[in-house]
């Protein structure tokens, strides 16, 4: 249970997105990061960002965190392909953890708002997905978007494997959205190995995540099997 009762928060707070982007094509075989991989003509990282700038989401600031050695070639390719999007370009750390903290850090002079914690690389996220996360976290300080799994599921043990009950499980999509104040006292706290996103970094100071019916097409591009799926859905 959350030491503080949620608040809902008037409508004209704020609204944040950091976009993470610090992969590289080694599980796609390719010769640059995954983020600037061509998707129908245009970076990937492109399709991201516009779906954040998009003007009925509200977003007053948007905050790009890459690693320090692609920010030349991020300026080159948003010159190129994007100029229209205005966006803040931060360098990322060692970490995703350390990445979203420098993005943090960069709306420091912010006392209340909601902020999203997004993947560079899911490009299709529909927009009511991104909205209906935003509204959630307003009511009850961290919402995250998520898809109960297709397939059957099992666990593994030392003898071999025991079957999972899939309709209590969840799979963890981005946008992972949090009252501002909330996500920045969690990460006032020491890096631990089990903070394997922002919900579980949340959720070790106790406050409750709240679900968000996700979207099979907000898919995660990794692979190059993901990259043809996300051309055959936007075309």
Not at 181 to 210: C, G, K, M, N, W
């Amino acid at each position: 249970m959350s030491s503080q009762a949620p608040k809902t928060p008037s409508p004209q707070d704020p609204r944040f997105a950091i976009i993470v982007a610090g992969g590289s094509g080694t599980r796609m075989g390719a010769d640059r990061p995954k983020q600037f991989l061509k998707l129908r003509g245009e970076p990937v990282l492109v399709h991201t960002l516009r779906r954040f700038a998009a003007p009925e989401l509200h977003v007053q600031r948007l905050v790009l965190v890459l690693p320090a050695d692609q920010l030349a070639v991020w300026q080159e390719l948003h010159q190129r392909y994007a100029p229209e999007l205005a966006h803040e370009v931060v360098s990322g750390g060692a970490t995703r953890w350390a990445s979203v903290r420098q993005g943090l850090a960069r709306l420091k002079e912010y006392s209340a708002g909601v902020v999203a914690v997004h993947d560079g690389v899911r490009p299709l996220t529909p927009l009511s997905v991104i909205e209906s996360t935003y509204a959630a976290a307003r009511q009850h300080g961290a919402a995250v978007a998520a898809v109960a799994p297709k397939d059957s599921v099992r666990g593994l043990s030392a003898t071999g494997s025991y079957a999972l009950d899939r309709s209590r499980l969840r799979l963890v999509q981005t946008p992972q959205c949090f009252e501002l104040e909330l996500l920045r006292r969690a990460y006032q706290l020491p890096e631990l190995p089990t903070f394997t996103d922002d919900a579980s970094v949340v959720e070790d100071l106790q406050h409750p995540i709240h679900l968000v019916p996700g979207d099979y097409r907000n898919l995660k591009i990794t692979t190059p099997e993901d990259l043809l799926l996300a051309e055959a859905l936007l075309g």
